[in-house]
């Protein structure tokens, strides 16, 4: 569990805009891409980012999914990350998780701590447009919609994110892996800057 808790610490980013309290990303190091909730980064065209590795800096917001509630933020290739740094998102399969697994809820709020509140899987769904989703009772959680789920290994799960629709003080909602990292191959094909408003 600590070794779960460091890896995942270790690639944890605090962001921080003028026009809300911020929240925390995802650094995926072999994309150099910051996965990010796009409530947090709403009408910023850059944001202040700050990890381990990372001393504080404006880093651009190069893609928005606004039904997905998700963000990517660029980080530029001057930046030195550790060659051992591992990829998290790449090692996560939310189709091994079943229902009722325990799971970890990582939140801004205990960003730093060695005790994580935990959750439970409650159900697996698709919405009308394919994007599969993980529900969750939060128990001990208390963050709304930014943070990321994993197992009790610190194997990735998914993303939170809030859905206007689902709305429900004891659950809460993540993107899987799975739909995160095909995401990212999609935008990396696009090579360039991209919004999306809705599913075509």
Request: hydrophobic share 40%; charged share 20%; glycine share 8%.
């Amino acid at each position: 569990m600590n070794n779960a808790v460091t890896l995942l610490q270790s690639l944890i980013v605090n962001i921080a805009t003028p026009y809300n309290e911020g929240g925390i990303g995802l650094l995926v190091p072999s994309e150099r891409i910051i996965l990010i909730n796009e409530h947090v980064v709403r009408d910023n065209s850059s944001v202040i980012v700050e990890n381990w590795y990372l001393p504080a800096q404006a880093l651009d917001v190069v893609y928005l999914d606004v039904h997905s509630d998700m963000a990517f933020l660029d980080l530029p290739k001057h930046i030195h990350l550790p060659n051992d740094l591992s990829d998290l998102l790449l090692t996560g399969n939310p189709g091994q998780c079943e229902i009722g697994a325990s799971l970890l809820t990582w939140n801004a709020e205990n960003y730093g701590h060695k005790l994580i509140p935990r959750a439970t899987l409650v159900e697996q769904l698709e919405d009308e447009h394919g994007v599969p989703f993980l529900i969750y009772d939060k128990k001990e959680a208390t963050s709304t919609g930014n943070g990321f789920l994993t197992d009790l290994q610190g194997n990735l799960l998914g993303m939170k994110i809030l859905v206007p629709s689902i709305h429900h003080p004891k659950l809460g909602i993540a993107l899987t892996t799975s739909y995160l990292k095909a995401s990212l191959a999609q935008f990396r094909q696009g090579k360039s800057k991209a919004t999306r408003c809705e599913h075509v």
